[in-house]
Every structure is written in C-alpha cells, then in structure tokens.
C-alpha cells in the first residue's frame, strides 16, 4: 500500500527536475513510508516529458502524465491528485522553491490528526514593489472573498486522502485551488519557512499572469463584485440627485447658472468608465456560466506511462491516444 504520493507539476523544467527528483527521494526514504512520485507535464515545449519517461524507466515509484498542450496549473494539479494513490498527497513545484526537506516535519504534523499541512513561505528577497501588491491583494481578498486565504499559503501542503477525495468531488471548471483548499475545511495548521530562489530556469509567472490568477480568485468565490456594481449605482444616483437639487436652488435664489463645460465632460467621462467597468464585471461572471456549460473537459491526456494510466478520470477527462509507456531515453 502507497502511504504518501507527492503530485508535481511541470511545465518547461527540465532543467532542474532531476535534481528535483534526487533530493526528494533523498528527504523521504528516510521517513520510511512508501511513496510514489506522481508527475504531470503541462504541455512543455522542452524537454520535460523525456526526462519523465527516463525516470519513469529508472524508478519504480515514478508515475507521469503528459497533456496535449499548456492546460494551466489548475489542471495539472487534479490530473495529479486524480492519479495519486497515497493515503496522504503532497503537492509541490518542481523548481525546488518548494524544499523536500519539509515534508518529513508535515508527516509529523499530519500523525497529529491534521488533514491539511501548510507550509507558508516568507517573502524573503522578494522586491519591495512585489511585496506591497501581494500583502494588498490578500487584504483584499480577506475582505472581499467568502473563503480565508493566507498570505504566503500556496499549493505546497500535505492533504489526507479525504480532503483529496473531497476536492476531487467538486465538478467545477473554472478552479481556484487556494480558494477550494479553504472551501473544504478540515483541521489544518500552517508552518512557516524562508523563501527559496527557483534552482534553475525562469519563474513562468510574469505580472500579467498573476494579474489574472488574481481576478479569477476574486470572482471564484464571491458575488460580491455585482453587489459593488449595485452600491455604486445607487451611490452615483444619490449624487446626481444631490447635484441636481443644488443646480435648481441655485437657479431659483441667484438666477439662471450654466453648468460649465469641464462638468459635463467629467460627468461623461466618469459614468462611463464605470458603466464599462460594471459591464466587464457582468461578463466576466457571464463568460463563467458558459465555459461551466460547456462541460469540456479539464485537459486532454497526450501520453502517460502504464501505471498511471489507472488513475482516477473524470469521464470528460479521456485520454486521445491509448496509454503507453514510451521508449526511456538516458
């Protein structure tokens, strides 16, 4: 029986996940559990998937699924929580920002009764620009989203079985992960560690990418964008009606007063960029409905080795071609 299986998501780091791989397996046959190694590549353009196939062929305990194309990080993390088999799942970057020498202090933890082991990292040698828009989006988001989310807690955590089979329950398309680990509850606790530097290569998420990671964390769980939408309506109402009040006052105790120019124009200009920005809002909340409507599936399924080929699908989630395991190459 599998104790612990560790899902990775890859995506163009071929660089670094052999030495990935050598100082996880290095961490945890220590321990002494059985575990396995459940790796996803999420359509790389370099060399991922072949070195999984070579440690796949070298290591037992290495499982591997390769999508199609770039599905998202999103989806590589359930393709690999479907494919795990533990009793416990980890899951973990394979640029080593997340440290395999943690996982034996979350084991611990987790023999304690938790269902959820986070491990938050610090901010440590981030910029000071960077710094100041995350700990402002997280104040946000505590406010704003119907779910807590924890600066600092990312996906690197260590989950029971049932809190993995309740997120696998969850049919959503449009998936949130820190959102849904919030949503389910159980008992978790959280440590702290200092942040790592990614050991080679390049972060694959620019200021764009975190831009809309973020709008799709604050529209997941919460309606309350519509809500604001409404408040400021009624808001931008009440003081047209104000201004309009003191418009005929002033008419009917100074004489007729032509609102100026510069008024109107910012008037125009004002409502406008707020009409076009409740639109958006609608729309986004929209183009939701209609992607969940849709029911494609999460990811399509390019390659995968035998023993992976087992795992848990979704039955929108079919592979193109039959499973196989590839020629290893060294």
Known sequence: MVQMSVVV?????????????????????????TFEVAYVDDGSGDRTVERLRYLAAVDPR????????????????????????GEVVVLMD??????????????????????????????TGEGAVR??????????????????????????????RRAVDSLLSLPESNRFSKGLFSWIGFDTVSFTYENVERAAGRS????????????????SFNSRPLRLAIHTGLWLFLSALVYA????????????????????ITAIVGLSGIQLATLGVIGEYVGRIYH????????????????????????????LEPAGRARPKP
Not at 212 to 217: A, H, L, T, V
């Open 292 to 319: 969940e409507s849709k029911r494609r599936p999460h990811y399509v399924v390019r390659e995968t080795d035998r023993s992976a080929a087992v795992h848990r699908h979704d039955p929108r989630d079919v592979p």
């Open 94 to 123: 394979a640029d080593l920002q997340h440290p395999p020498e943690l996982l034996p202090r979350m084991l611990e933890l987790h023999r304690h009764g938790y269902d959820q082991v986070v491990a938050r990292r610090d901010r």
């Open 131 to 160: 710094t100041a828009l995350s700990r402002a989006y997280y104040r946000l988001v505590r406010r704003f989203m119907d779910v807590e989310i924890v600066d600092g807690a990312g996906d690197f955590r260590l989950l029971s």
């Open 204 to 219: 694959k998420w620019g200021g764009r990418r975190l831009l809309n990671y973020g709008i799709d964390g604050l529209l």
């Open 245 to 264: 009040l003191w418009i005929i006052a002033n008419a009917v105790l100074d004489g007729v007063d032509t609102p100026g120019y510069a008024t109107l």
């Open 62 to 85: 290495v499982r591997y699924t390769s999508f199609s194309r770039n599905f998202g990080k999103e989806s590589a993390l359930l393709a690999g929580m479907r494919m795990a088999r």
């Open 9 to 33: 998501p890859c995506f163009d780091e071929s660089e670094v996940v052999d030495a990935f791989h050598t100082a996880l397996v290095a961490a945890l046959e220590p321990t002494g559990v």
